[in-house]
């Protein structure tokens, strides 16, 4: 339902944009604003984050095999659609790393590559798909601006001040300073000085905050602008918007809180490494991960009346449940068979162009232990071959089914077989 009510916002916003229809409403935008898309929503940059999660949870539902599949393919594009063209920095730096992660396990991750080499490509295509993201703007603007829409002469991303900040920076000169952290304040939307101003609101409290809902009116205060202080709800940091509602130790817990998280990421990672369901969890950690990035620049993890945030929580609660259960099986258990896990036993090798080899198997022994059917299979490309053990749960016996297990799991390890072969080294 998430899915559908989002791609539908998303979807009216883009019309929105394309027919160059705009409003406000109390210092309110809607529609598209300058070159930017707001839509339905009155702050594009949570809706962003939001589209974001959307994204990885149509991913899953597809992973899943949902009924109409086609349609959550068609949402990922509408909300790919959506965050580039609200130009949302923060959102589209989320995007361009989940797009390089998810494209580096499907493609690369078998790969024989040294650590720098895959260090350079995930940069590369980070980088490429930022400067995609840029292009696709230049081009859909085209067609509202044959409906009247007039191109703000401000970039979002202002390379040339970018550029002037690594230059300065470069020279290594200390009189230097004052200008970068100008230059850098103007880039940012004026996060600089928000941050000097929060730390102001902090002094007023600092060991034990000043409590939730209270930033706004404290920053009115200690402003030199009202309008300024008006117009800012949070701190624009997950820490330091724990600093300031809860204090001292209030942050401290938030950022023991936070490694442990990490740690939990670690662990459930490793946990599911071998098994069949570890693509779902890496997506489950992308959903609470995004919004903790997008929590650092700009809207809150801490606010309930964001729809993102809510389900950034909800992910990383099960996560942490997740992770102190069993091992279970997150795929769809409408098939014959799910794969939970699997143990590379023996490798003999030979030296063959194994891409060019019709794969071969045997299977060698099968039973049953521990909840799970175990069965051992040795594959053949050629003269090398691989034997496994399969773990799996069987939901309807039928005529075969050993061999059509086996032959369906060839093509999850595929990648890995032919990444363990270039690593050996032997051509």
Request: glycine share 6%; charged share 20%; proline share 1%.
């Amino acid at each position: 339902m998430t899915c559908f009510l989002v791609g539908s916002a998303s979807l009216i916003s883009l019309f929105m944009y394309f027919l160059n229809i705009s409003g406000s409403q109390n210092g309110w935008y809607i529609g598209l604003v300058g070159n930017r898309l707001f839509g339905v929503y009155f702050n594009c940059n949570p809706a962003s984050f939001l589209a974001i999660i959307v994204i990885l949870m149509s991913m899953i539902a597809i992973k899943n095999h949902y009924e109409y599949s086609f349609l959550y393919i068609v949402n990922i594009g509408i909300q790919l659609s959506y965050i580039i063209l609200t130009q949302c920095r923060a959102a589209i730096i989320i995007l361009a790393v989940i797009l390089t992660a998810v494209a580096y396990y499907r493609f690369f991750r078998a790969k024989e590559l040294s650590t720098m080499k895959r260090i350079g490509l995930n940069i590369g295509m980070c980088l490429c798909m930022l400067l995609g993201t840029k292009v696709v703007q230049e081009v859909a603007f085209i067609i509202p601006q044959i409906q009247g829409a007039k191109e703000e002469s401000d970039s979002r991303f202002q390379l040339e001040k970018i550029k002037d900040i690594i230059s300065l920076t470069m020279t290594g000169e200390l009189q230097n300073i004052p200008k970068i952290i100008d230059l850098a304040d103007e880039v940012s939307s004026g996060r600089i000085t928000l941050a000097k101003d929060s730390l102001k609101v902090w002094q007023q409290s600092p060991i034990q905050g000043i409590g939730a809902g209270n930033f706004r009116n404290m920053l009115v205060d200690v402003s030199q602008s009202d309008d300024w202080g008006q117009q800012i709800l949070h701190s624009h940091n997950v820490f330091m918007e724990s600093l300031i509602t809860a204090g001292i130790f209030g942050c401290l817990l938030f950022i023991l809180f936070f490694i442990k998280t990490l740690f939990i990421s670690r662990d459930i990672l490793l946990k599911y490494r071998n098994k069949k369901s570890y693509f779902i969890i890496l997506l489950f950690i992308m959903i609470v991960v995004s919004e903790f990035i997008g929590g650092f620049f700009d809207f809150g993890v801490f606010y309930v009346y964001s729809l993102s945030a809510t389900l950034a929580w909800l992910f990383l609660g099960y996560i942490y449940w997740l992770n102190d259960q069993s091992d279970m099986s997150l795929v769809d258990q409408s098939d014959v068979a799910v794969f939970n896990k699997y143990e590379l036993l023996s490798i003999i090798y030979h030296k063959e162009d194994i891409d060019v080899l019709k794969p071969e198997f045997e299977i060698l022994d099968s039973h049953y232990q521990d909840d799970d059917y175990v069965m051992k299979v040795q594959y053949y490309l050629g003269q090398s071959s691989f034997t496994y053990d399969i773990y799996y749960t069987l939901y309807d016996k039928q005529e075969h089914i050993n061999k059509k297990l086996a032959r369906d799991f060839y093509s999850l390890i595929e990648d890995e077989i032919k990444g363990i072969y270039n690593q050996s080294q032997i051509k």
